[in-house]
Nanobody
Framework: QVQLTESGGGSVQAGGSLRLSCAVSGVSGSYCLAWFRQAPGKEREGVAAISSDGTAGYADSVKGRFTISQDNAKNTLYLQMNSLKPEDTAMYYC??????????????????WGQGTQVTVSS
């Protein structure tokens, strides 16, 4: 049973930073872990992903500002978000893909979702 539980969302001013965490259980073998976001009225988009071999990939909109990482000892996935912009405001979701995935993946590739955590960036 795969379980993904996000934490760390909140409100911050533009230019600030937040770190999201996702507690991961039940994932093994070949997989990808990813962060998606969805703003009101927009499609869910992949912003960052990391494969089980440690390869990471980012959406162009967050390259150089966001960093994805995982702590295997703690079974936790992180998303460090720096230089936040109002357009980063969205619900952020942790996701798991069993097997190979694009980096970052499309929503249709995802097998498991977390419940989401809200990030709000004010100008």
């Amino acid at each position: 049973q795969v379980q993904l539980t996000e934490s760390g969302g909140g409100s911050v001013q533009a230019g600030g930073s937040l770190r999201l965490s996702c507690a991961v259980s039940g994932v093994s073998g070949s997989y990808c872990l990813a962060w998606f976001r969805q703003a009101p009225g927009k499609e869910r988009e992949g912003v960052a992903a990391i494969s089980s071999d440690g390869t990471a990939g980012y959406a162009d909109s967050v390259k150089g500002r966001f960093t994805i990482s995982q702590d295997n000892a703690k079974n936790t996935l992180y998303l460090q978000m720096n230089s936040l912009k109002p357009e980063d405001t969205a619900m952020y979701y942790c996701a798991a893909v069993i097997g190979w995935c694009s980096l970052p993946p499309e929503a249709k590739e995802v097998h498991y979702w977390g419940q989401g955590t809200q990030v709000t960036v004010s100008s």
